[in-house]
């Protein structure tokens, strides 16, 4: 049973908030979430990695009773090997998108993440700029839209994602599509009413813990939806977008000096 004064759930972006710029997760940060556990509470990880990379992920937070992937549209399980959500975007819907973003903003380069097997590549036009080229495959446009998605990233060549980000929200008709950014300098679509705080839900649904009783922490623009749903805390980096800091209950330490860990550590001896 969990103390009156602890959360009764834990959930945490990786990149840039457990996992710092070298692409590891500390020592200090591991054992504070075992004895996060210890304490009797579970943890979630939320993450805008798409299911090819769950196997990446879990190894970054092995303490998770779920993870949340893909800016929330695949929802897994690990205590069960249950998947709670699997949502797609149909690649004619993502053809309208573009198409209606191309004809106010001018070229637009597009990447899709179609295939959810273990680091399977995703597809799309040719570009220096997408930071992991290993992951990428060239493929004709009109090939790739014809398959459902798990998201899609697109670029204008200012590279300016905050500006792309406001300037796609109000060009997509709600209820076609959402977008969001994760500091890759690429914006990200996904399905309807897919994000971070719609799939955060559905995991402490399973958990049976309500929104009052989370702790969240991140860095990014994604990060907001989680931030506005959940309630007993939410927590930002010192290293976070300005967007996400805004609204944040508090700022602890940036990723290098592993401000999650210490926070949930002085939490814990409080507790």
Known sequence: MTSLNLPKLV?????GTIVRPDETVSGFTHAV????????IPIVGVTGRGPRLESLSRMDLPHADLLVLGQGGRVVDLRT?????????????????????????????LIVEALDGERE??????????????????KDRKWALRHD????FIR???GDADRLLDEAKEIIVPGVAEVTHAGLGWVEITPPDV????????AAQALGVKPEEVLVFGDMPNDIPMFQWAGWRRVAVENAHPALAAIADEITFSVERDGVAVYLDEMLKRA
């Open 195 to 202: 994000n971070k705080g719609t799939g955060l839900a559905i």
């Open 121 to 138: 590549p995703l597809w799309g036009d040719e570009t220096d700029e997408w930071p992991y080229p290993d992951d990428l495959l060239v």
């Open 33 to 40: 979430f075992d004895r996060v556990r210890a304490a009797g």
């Open 149 to 152: 998605v798990i998201k899609a």
């Open 81 to 109: 090997r249950t998947v709670l959500r699997d949502a797609r975007l149909p690649g004619a819907v993502v053809a309208n998108v573009i198409e209606q973003l191309e004809s106010h903003l001018g070229p637009i380069k």
């Open 156 to 158: 204008t060549p200012t």
């Open 11 to 15: 959930a945490t972006d990786l990149d």
